[in-house]
């Protein structure tokens, strides 16, 4: 049995399905609908009870959630795009994953949000660019000693889920006014042949006004 991943199209499940393509490995993806908690065969939550993507389905039936975690997992068996356990860029690594996850990620999840992972009012967007601004302006200045990706020169593990973030700038339509390096960053991105691929593959997500409202 291949690994398979759970995603939902443009979720964070993207930054997981980026890497795997980095790393050309092979995988399957399962497609989780997150309005209905569903996927092909049956209730989603049977699978993660988390409610969540992504998964990561190991060969051997193992399950793994939390984000930071897959992209570790993965790149760590592979030992490419992740620094030698222990040595300084390892710790720095850890500290970006863990940043992206906390500072980041869970900042873009609004509290009013009502079956949605995303804000979709204009109140709630707002909420959500007070928290997230200042923590992307932080990721900003780390660039401006002219860097190409998040650790450095070198594309590593932490740049896919870094993406993940700009790309819900695009998906959101906040504005990228006094984040230019983050925007460049993003461009760059756009241009790898592995994001290339991951939107083509997981096709549109899932509108953002949300029926319910
Ligand atoms: N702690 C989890 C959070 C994952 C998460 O927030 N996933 C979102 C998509 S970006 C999701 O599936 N939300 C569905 C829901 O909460 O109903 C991680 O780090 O992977």
Redesign the pocket.
Known sequence: MMMQLFY?AG???MAPHILLRELKLDFELRH?N?DQ?TWSKGDYNDVNP?????VLELNDGTRL??????LEYLASHEHRLIADYDSKQYWQQRQWLNYL?TEL??N??SPF?T????PNTAESKALVWQRVLPRLQFVETTFEDGRQWLMGNDFSLVDPYLF?MTNWLHRLNYSFETLPRLKAFDSRMRERASVIDTFKVEGKPHALTDSTN
């Open positions: 939902a979720a964070s499940s989780v997150l908690k988390k409610s969540y993507v992504p959630t939390e984000c930071a975690v897959i996850a990620h869970k873009f999840i949000r079956g949605n992972w995303l993940v």
